[in-house]
């Protein structure tokens, strides 16, 4: 069946926003359509992305009415190698397509259900104030299965000023799944109700299926830039320890506001349902990893991707990897490989040190051979 819901809802709420699903009973009541706000200046159709990408920031200094067309798509896509699960997604990505309108916005919202859907679906928008997220509904199917298959996304109210300009922006989304099978196992399975009430999901992953931020799918951004992410989480039960591993957050916008709330943050919390906004910039090139800092999610279940940033060395911040070699410890003999490499490595340092007065003089000469002898015994194993 197809069913097409238009509400219209002004954008009085600020933040980011999760949206996700509730079920929508086939006779729910049609509501009379709100007149149009006479303060919105012209007509635009929203620009909708798929993660993890992010519409371009508003530039009208006014109001406008805004058309969000999305439709609700059930589809069978990867979920990890050689694994596929039918999702229900909003527009047919998981996450859902981001939407990103302005405060004081007149906003006339268009869901459409897909003819080939097998059940009916409804929207939830945390950003709407009224019964529902915005729409009346009757629940006909259990809601958490709704949102463990894939039915929530993000939608930002800018503030009237915008946000601060920078000069990447991204869309994550983390979520779980609860698939019959255990993590791995390849083929196409079905939800399973039982591992979704006792929370114990097969995968934990961003941006609807392991490894969709990694390798050539990895976020990019240069030395020097300034990167902002919007993090939500679909839930339906866990909370994100959510880390960039090698990197401090400057600012912090914290449960889906935006109003900078913490600065010089490592991991930020995100419930379930929440999300955050998370800005920094990157002073050194390398691959900084993201994960779910309940690291048996990030490296046994799927909640790891990728920030891969390229430029210049600043070896002031950081000097990289300054040995990868079979660890001997004190043990080590004059001669052999990782004892070339080390010296090696302090040529390349002294060299470093003449041509950068700054590194010179940081410390006194006693105190960098002290480092140098207690890092080459008991460190570089890890770093």
Same mark, same amino acid.
């Given at each position: 069946?197809?069913?097409?819901?238009?509400?219209?809802?002004?954008?009085?709420?600020?933040?980011?926003?999760?949206?996700?699903?509730?079920?929508?009973?086939?006779?729910?009541?049609?509501?009379?359509?709100? @007149?149009?706000?006479?303060?919105?200046?012209?007509?635009?159709?929203? %620009?909708?992305?798929?993660?993890?990408?992010?519409? @371009?920031?508003?530039?009208?200094?006014?109001?406008?009415?805004?058309?969000?067309?999305?439709?609700?798509?059930?589809?069978?896509?990867?979920?990890?190698?050689?694994?596929?699960?039918?999702?229900?997604?909003?527009?047919?990505? %998981?996450?859902?397509?981001?939407?990103?309108?302005r405060?004081?916005?007149?906003?006339?919202?268009?869901?459409?259900?897909?003819?080939?859907?097998?059940?009916?679906?409804?929207?939830?928008?945390?950003?709407?104030?009224?019964?529902?997220?915005?729409?009346?509904?009757?629940?006909?199917?259990?809601?958490?299965?709704?949102v463990?298959n894939?039915?929530?996304?993000?939608?930002?109210?800018e503030?009237?000023?915008?946000?601060?300009?920078?000069?990447?922006?991204?869309?994550?989304?983390?979520?779980?799944?609860?698939?019959?099978?255990?993590?791995?196992?390849?083929?196409?399975?079905?939800?399973?109700?039982?591992?979704?009430?006792?929370e114990?999901?097969?995968?934990v992953?961003f941006?609807?299926?392991?490894?969709?931020?990694?390798?050539?799918?990895?976020?990019?951004?240069?030395?020097?830039?300034?990167?902002?992410?919007?993090?939500?989480?679909?839930?339906?039960?866990?909370?994100?320890?959510?880390?960039?591993?090698?990197?401090?957050?400057?600012?912090?916008?914290q449960?889906?506001?935006?109003?900078?709330?913490?600065?010089? %943050?490592?991991?930020t919390?995100?419930?379930?349902?929440?999300?955050?906004?998370?800005?920094?910039?990157?002073?050194?090139?390398?691959?900084?990893?993201?994960?779910?800092?309940?690291?048996?999610r990030?490296?046994?279940?799927?909640?790891?991707?990728?920030?891969?940033?390229?430029?210049? @060395?600043?070896?002031?911040?950081?000097?990289?990897?300054?040995?990868?070699?079979?660890?001997?410890?004190?043990?080590?003999?004059?001669?052999?490989?990782?004892?070339k490499?080390?010296?090696?490595?302090?040529?390349?340092?002294?060299?470093?040190?003449?041509?950068?007065?700054?590194?010179?003089?940081l410390?006194?000469?006693?105190?960098?051979?002290?480092?140098?002898?207690?890092?080459?015994?008991?460190?570089? %194993?890890?770093?």
């Amino acid at each position: 069946m197809k069913l097409k819901f238009i509400p219209q809802l002004c954008a009085a709420g600020l933040g980011v926003a999760l949206f996700s699903s509730v079920a929508l009973a086939a006779d729910a009541p049609t509501k009379p359509v709100k @007149p149009s706000d006479p303060e919105a200046i012209g007509q635009e159709v929203a %620009v909708l992305t798929q993660a993890p990408n992010v519409p @371009p920031p508003i530039k009208r200094k006014h109001s406008a009415k805004v058309i969000v067309n999305l439709e609700v798509k059930e589809v069978t896509k990867r979920l990890a190698d050689g694994v596929d699960y039918t999702f229900w997604t909003f527009g047919g990505d %998981v996450p859902g397509s981001f939407i990103r309108i302005r405060v004081g916005d007149d906003v006339e919202f268009h869901l459409n259900n897909a003819p080939d859907s097998k059940l009916p679906h409804n929207i939830d928008l945390h950003a709407v104030t009224g019964p529902g997220g915005g729409a009346t509904s009757s629940f006909t199917a259990p809601v958490g299965m709704h949102v463990a298959n894939g039915m929530y996304g993000l939608i930002l109210v800018e503030p009237e000023g915008g946000l601060p300009p920078v000069d990447h922006e991204y869309y994550v989304v983390q979520s779980e799944f609860y698939r019959a099978g255990a993590y791995g196992v390849e083929g196409l399975q079905s939800f399973d109700m039982n591992k979704a009430m006792d929370e114990r999901p097969s995968y934990v992953v961003f941006n609807g299926a392991v490894g969709s931020l990694v390798g050539d799918k990895a976020l990019t951004a240069k030395v020097g830039e300034t990167v902002r992410l919007f993090v939500g989480n679909g839930g339906p039960n866990l909370t994100s320890s959510f880390h960039l591993i090698g990197e401090i957050f400057d600012n912090v916008y914290q449960e889906g506001g935006t109003v900078p709330t913490q600065h010089n %943050v490592q991991t930020t919390l995100i419930p379930a349902g929440g999300s955050a906004i998370v800005e920094f910039k990157v002073d050194v090139p390398g691959t900084f990893i993201l994960v779910d800092h309940a690291l048996f999610r990030a490296f046994n279940k799927g909640a790891l991707g990728m920030l891969k940033v390229s430029g210049p @060395p600043d070896l002031l911040t950081y000097s990289g990897k300054e040995v990868d070699a079979i660890y001997l410890g004190s043990a080590a003999e004059a001669g052999s490989d990782a004892e070339k490499k080390v010296a090696e490595l302090k040529a390349q340092m002294a060299t470093e040190i003449k041509g950068n007065p700054r590194i010179a003089g940081l410390t006194k000469e006693i105190q960098v051979e002290k480092g140098n002898a207690v890092y080459m015994q008991t460190c570089f %194993v890890c770093h």
